[in-house]
């Protein structure tokens, strides 16, 4: 009966630290969801910037290409608008 005692004391230590770890990790993961949420409501505020920014610099661009004379200087603002797709050697 004794050995079955010591066990059972065993097992409730083992259920206790496995308790502690699980709450443990609960703690994290909410903390991980708080600064998921936090970045994610960063996020939505950031991207009205950037667009309203992409927006300045697309009509800084098209200024820039209907004041130009220079074939090459416009490929060159379509090459940095488009990202690289136009190649200003083969104008």
Known sequence: MKKY???KKALKKQLNIIERQLADHESQLA???TRLSRAEDGISRIIPVIARIQGYQKQEILQKITAS???REIAKLLENAQGGVFNVKSL
């Open 31 to 33: 903390d991980h969801e």
């Open 5 to 7: 005692k010591n066990q």
């Open 69 to 71: 004379n220079d074939i």
